[in-house]
């Protein structure tokens, strides 16, 4: 099935090649430091309109760097800091944008877009989690217990860059950027109690619902990416 898509895609860029609406294809390796590293194509069509994807993971390095943006201006705590760490570090990134690149034989462009963060988390104690969330659920859970902790966030993001085509098919793609959570889903999978199943259900509900708030009004930071690559 995936040899299939692939072959589909092949054919349909030769063919889009040969009518002359793909003017550019590019692959790519990429950083977009705090968020992702991975691989990235770009395909610029007449007009200066261009389309990106993208898929990468999100270190616990990169993490962190967020983290500290964010302490440093008094966002949250150390203690959420590593619930967030727990809770997002080697997520998947998938990421799509649309962008404009106004002057035909300048590098400079712009663009706007979207990624999602997923699968990733590990675990945490119960006791950080109700330390963090001011959630006391004691009575459902011991307090030395570890639970593994995964968010998924939402985010738009907003590019300025550059590019250099230094020798033959090589292209350099740099410049800063600015990205933003707009919604959240944090799950914990525990041992589900059938005496206090329903309370552990609104716990989580709970937890979620406060995560969202810290990621949503706090997590936003300037991006610097580089990605070094192949034109077609």
């Known amino acids: 099935m995936l040899k299939k898509i692939f072959l589909i895609f092949l ?9 002359g609406f793909i003017k550019k294809f590019e692959l790519s390796g990429v950083t977009d430091f705090p968020l992702s590293l991975g691989a990235k194509s770009y395909i610029e069509i007449p007009y200066g309109i261009n389309f990106s994807f993208g898929i990468g993971y999100l270190p616990k390095l990169y993490v962190e760097t967020i983290n500290d943006i964010v302490v440093s201006f008094d966002g949250y705590d150390e ?47 119960s006791e950080l989690i109700a330390i963090v969330t001011g959630i006391d659920f004691s009575d459902y859970v011991n307090n030395d217990r570890e639970i593994p902790a995964s968010s998924t966030l939402h985010n738009l993001f907003f590019h300025l860059g550059y590019k250099f085509y230094p020798y033959k098919k090589m292209v350099i793609d740099t410049g800063l950027g600015l990205f933003k959570t707009i919604a959240s889903k944090t799950e914990l999978e525990f041992e589900r109690s059938f005496t206090y199943g329903q309370q552990q259900e609104q716990m989580e509900k709970d937890v979620d619902k406060y995560m969202n708030k810290i990621y949503t009004e706090n997590l936003i930071s300037p991006i610097i990416f580089l990605n070094i690559g192949y034109f077609f």
């Open 79 to 125: 203690n959420t800091a590593d619930l967030i760490e727990n809770s997002i570090s080697d997520s998947l990134i998938l990421s799509c944008a649309v962008g404009y690149k106004p002057f035909k034989n300048y590098g400079f462009y712009f663009d706007f877009g979207y990624f999602i963060a997923m699968l990733g988390g590990n675990v945490s104690s």
């Open 11 to 19: 054919l349909t860029t030769d063919l889009l090649f040969a009518e």
